[in-house]
């Protein structure tokens, strides 16, 4: 995961935060390397108000498709919170190491992940819902 500055909404923030400290995250181990990288990136994030989130920015709840750049071919996700999670329905945990990963990046922008001692790369292609951009400020 890139070190770099994200953006965040206030409401996003709050949730993510109180989910990270929660009896659920320690239960689980809260050392996992994803996990201390998304509180990382949550604690050096500009933090906005829902109505000023740029409309390009991997959310809470946003759904967007991704590219894997060695397999050559995207699939859709929405990101969602752990209760909500199914793969099968594209539905991307928070608090798996690609949804860590996804999290506040903008459309464009790539990533590469180290999964099973293997390196996977992957781009954010479209943005096709997010929550701010039609003021489900609430989602």
Known sequence: MSSRTIVVSR??????????????VAAIGSDHTHLK???SKLERATVVDSRDMLPDIVTMNSTFNLFDLDRDE???FTLVYPDEACIAE?????LSP???GIFG???GDSLTLHVLNRETRKRVE??????????AFDL
């Open 11 to 24: 409401t996003d923030l709050a949730r993510l935060q109180s989910l990270l400290d929660s009896h659920f």
């Open 37 to 39: 990288e998304l509180k």
């Open 74 to 76: 995207a699939d859709t």
């Open 90 to 94: 594209g539905k991307l945990s928070i």
């Open 98 to 100: 690609l949804g860590a």
């Open 105 to 107: 990046l903008c459309v």
């Open 126 to 135: 479209k943005m096709s819902f997010q929550p701010e951009r039609v003021g």
